[in-house]
């Protein structure tokens, strides 16, 4: 598991989406404390999102649908804000994306917490989502191994574990991954065939 680092509040800032005056100022006074910027956003209205380093967005106003879509696709954290934490409000917090609750009253201590537990989190989410893409390409490039492996025991008349061994030994030996070796080994096959052929 990799550490937390502290993210950067210079360069940032929270985005405070469709929260209440009140809820504005404690937020900001104790995110001014931190030593972060904030910029309040309300009902979708138009902002940019490349320097935002998470939302809080408060469930019992939400207005913003849109703007919280942008946000879920560039796995921007987002924090829930609360009045009261019912299955419901969590329910609904989960849907629309949050990684993390925040509850009223507001407190400092409760806004730094909340905040490194949703970049985390978030973190976190972003790196298994990666896993999971460069596992999905492993599975899809089954079948370029299976050509392969067929394709040798053919052609040099050995067995399947003798083709693997082969394929293994080349991968090791240059460094490439074995389905870059499979890739190799059924082009230039394709290749050797279709020369063949004219």
Not at 107 to 122: D, H, K, N, P
């Amino acid at each position: 598991m990799t550490l937390l680092k502290r993210p950067d509040f210079e360069n940032t800032r929270l985005l405070l989406v469709d929260c209440d005056e009140r809820a504005q100022a404690s937020l900001q006074k104790s995110l001014q404390r931190l030593g972060v910027a904030a910029s309040v956003v309300a009902q979708d209205a138009e902002t940019g999102l490349n320097d935002v380093l998470a939302l809080v967005v408060e469930l019992d106003q939400f207005a913003s649908p849109v703007l919280l879509a942008e946000a879920n696709r560039r796995a921007l954290p987002i924090i829930a804000l609360t009045q009261h934490e019912t299955l419901s409000q969590i329910q609904r917090a989960l849907e629309l994306g949050a990684t993390a609750m925040l509850n009223k009253p507001i407190t400092q201590g409760s806004v730094y917490t909340t905040l490194m537990m949703a970049i985390g989190l978030r973190d976190r989410l972003r790196d298994e989502q990666q896993k999971v893409v460069g596992l999905q390409d492993k599975v899809d490039s089954r079948p370029l191994v299976a050509q392969a492996l067929a394709w040798l025991m053919v052609e040099l008349e050995i067995t399947e574990t003798q083709a693997y061994e082969r394929i293994r030994h080349l991968s090791m030996q240059t460094n490439r991954s074995l389905e870059e070796i499979c890739l190799d080994l059924t082009q230039a096959h394709r290749q050797d065939a279709r020369e063949a052929r004219s």
